[in-house]
């Protein structure tokens, strides 16, 4: 059960700074911003500040690690649930290093960084790396040197990004594959139209499921068909939720399962189709024309997480040598 969050696919989160900047659809109702709007004016936007915790949260990290060694067993850790880690800005250079070092003190945690901004992870860990060598932290930037090369990537680090339509997809997920990791990951979620996983570029020739991917010259020096190794789906929660149509959804759940990619479906969200037309009592029907279909608004928990009447719960497993 997790300690600290209500996401289902995490045990705990842990941050180190609050503030971020919005990307994409899929930020329009950031949670965290209305959440850091409650305590701290001020956190979002490229002028916002950022509210940088990095002792706060190495006490949290560490205190979850002793208790995983004492329980023999590992902790998911879902990383900035109230920023991004990979956010671009050198006033966060200093706690995205303490970040890494907290990382690598921690190998009974797995954490999960989940980023909108895939494209900067590897400069903005080879940009740690130089730090920790001006630093002469030596062993910090072996570690981290090691990952970009994949000598190996660290075996506590889930990297994923968010894909919430097509055109997130085609942008973030070759980029994503290129960064070694121990499991890559998918949000997809809110997701806001359907989404092909198994032809992303415009010749059809990256299957991100099936890991027949040739890098096309990027700089990827390790690896070799990469693939993606987990998919979480869902609709959009809050006051200003967007409706998710089912065949979306269903879609990834068809295209993991035919990969052997494990799927987790985390809920419907506010929304759930209509195919009647029929609106229960007390709730909100609506016609949406670019779904060219209609939603009842019941609320997340009365939404729940069933998908054809099933609830899926996979999760990625992880080799340990
Ligand atoms: S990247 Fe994440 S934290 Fe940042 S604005 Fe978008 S949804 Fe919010």
Not at 121 to 141: K, Q, S, V, W, Y
Not at 149 to 167: H, I, K, Y
Request: hydrophobic share 40%.
């Amino acid at each position: 059960m997790a300690e600290n969050s209500k996401i289902e696919w995490t045990d705990h989160t842990v941050n180190f700074w609050w503030g971020c900047s919005k990307v994409s659809p899929a930020c329009a109702h950031c949670y965290a911003e209305g959440q850091a709007a409650r305590f701290h004016a001020g956190l979002w936007g490229p002028d916002g500040e950022r509210r940088v915790r990095v002792e706060a949260a190495r006490r949290e990290a560490m205190r979850y690690e002793r208790r995983a060694v004492a329980e023999g067993r590992r902790f998911r850790v879902f990383t900035n649930s109230m920023s991004d880690f990979f956010e671009d800005r050198r006033d966060l250079d200093g706690a995205r290093l303490e970040a890494l070092d907290v990382i690598r003190q921690t190998p009974h945690l797995d954490w999960l960084i989940l980023t909108k901004r895939p494209e900067k992870i590897r400069d903005l860990l080879r940009n740690a790396m130089a730090d920790a060598m001006d630093a002469g932290r030596e062993d910090l930037a072996t570690w981290i040197d090691a990952w970009d090369f994949g000598r190996p990537a660290p075996a506590n680090v889930w990297l994923g990004t968010t894909v919430e339509d097509q055109e997130r997809a085609d942008l973030r997920i070759p980029v994503l594959l290129v960064v070694p990791a121990a499991v890559r990951f998918l949000s997809c979620e809110p997701l806001l139209g359907p989404v092909d996983l198994t032809s992303l570029d415009a010749s059809g020739e990256l299957d991100a499921l099936r890991g027949t991917f040739d890098d096309g010259g990027l700089d990827t020096p390790i690896i070799r068909g990469p693939k993606l190794d987990w998919v979480i789906c869902g609709g959009e929660s809050g006051p200003h939720a967007r409706p998710m149509h089912p065949d979306w959804a269903r879609s990834l759940r068809d295209q993991c399962a035919a990969a052997g990619v494990p799927f987790l479906f985390k809920q419907w969200g506010e929304w759930i189709h209509s195919p009647d037309g029929v609106c229960r009592p007390g709730c909100d029907l609506r016609l949406f024309p670019d779904l060219h279909a209609t939603f009842d608004k019941v609320g997340k928990k009365a939404a729940g997480r069933l998908l054809d009447g099933v609830e899926h719960n996979g999760y990625p497993e992880v080799a340990r040598g």
